[in-house]
């Protein structure tokens, strides 16, 4: 069965620390993706990744990097962690063809404090 | 940069009553709309997709688009307890390039 993991389900850290937020997919897909989710502002994309080694650029990056080093694995990462990037965080993989609705994992809630 | 409205913000319907959700779009290049729900604890799921204009009816649901007036909406028949959950409309103007949500609607249905 089609299913995207991640890891770990909840993450408390302090201003200032680093956090990798991990995600796993089986799913030969193509396509994985970061959005946050935040009341008052819905999903929000973060990054997005083609494929292995690619990375792009979403709509709230600043803040996170991000690496995809295999087809499977997607990383999330805060370098420098601040309170405003206190949030729960889906991971979604996609086949690349136009009919598939992106799959998303079942978050990570990270608080900054 | 794409705009995603939806509306209402919250919606309580009785079981086996109709709910109806709305959802506005801004860009005229968007090919792709999909319905997404999210139970609390959960990860959002797709519910349905749609992407040329007019209905498409899968079981008790119904959405429709009208892309010339940047509208898409879903229609929930017979809800039941268990629909209760934020729905989210999600478009896409190119496949790849990922999603731009809505703030969600979240719809309550009591027995």
């Known amino acids: 069965e089609a299913a995207v993991t991640q890891s770990p389900r909840n993450k408390v850290t302090v201003t200032g620390g680093n956090v990798t937020l991990s995600c796993r997919q089986t799913?030969?897909?193509?396509?994985m993706y970061w959005y946050r989710q935040d009341t008052g502002h819905g999903l929000r994309l973060i990054h997005y990744?083609?494929?292995?080694?690619?990375?792009q650029i979403g709509d709230v990056p600043d803040g996170y990097k991000a690496t995809r080093t295999t087809q499977e694995d997607f990383f999330l990462l805060l370098e420098l962690a601040s309170p405003s990037q206190t949030s729960l965080y889906f991971c979604?993989?996609?086949?690349?063809?136009?009919?598939?609705?992106?799959?998303f994992g079942e978050g990570t809630r990270l608080s900054v404090l | 940069q794409q705009k995603v409205q939806q509306s209402p913000e919250s919606l309580i319907v009785p079981e086996g009553g109709m709910a109806s959700l709305n959802c506005t779009f801004s860009?005229?290049?968007?090919?792709y709309f999909w319905w997404y729900r999210q139970h609390s604890g959960e990860g959002p799921k797709a519910l349905m997709?749609?992407?040329?204009?007019g209905d498409k009816k899968e079981g008790r649901f119904t959405a429709h688009l009208n892309k010339a007036s940047l509208h898409v909406s879903l229609h929930i028949k017979d809800s039941q307890p268990s629909d209760s959950a934020l729905y989210f409309c999600?478009?896409?103007?190119?496949?790849?390039?990922?999603?731009?949500f809505g703030l969600g609607t979240r719809v309550s249905v009591f027995p």
């Open positions: 997709s749609i992407f040329s204009n």
């Open positions: 999600a478009v896409s103007i190119v496949y790849a390039q990922g999603l731009t």
């Open positions: 979604a993989s996609s086949g690349g063809t136009g009919g598939q609705a992106p799959l």
């Open positions: 990744s083609y494929g292995a080694g690619n990375l």
């Open positions: 860009d005229r290049n968007s090919q």
């Open positions: 799913n030969s897909h193509n396509y």
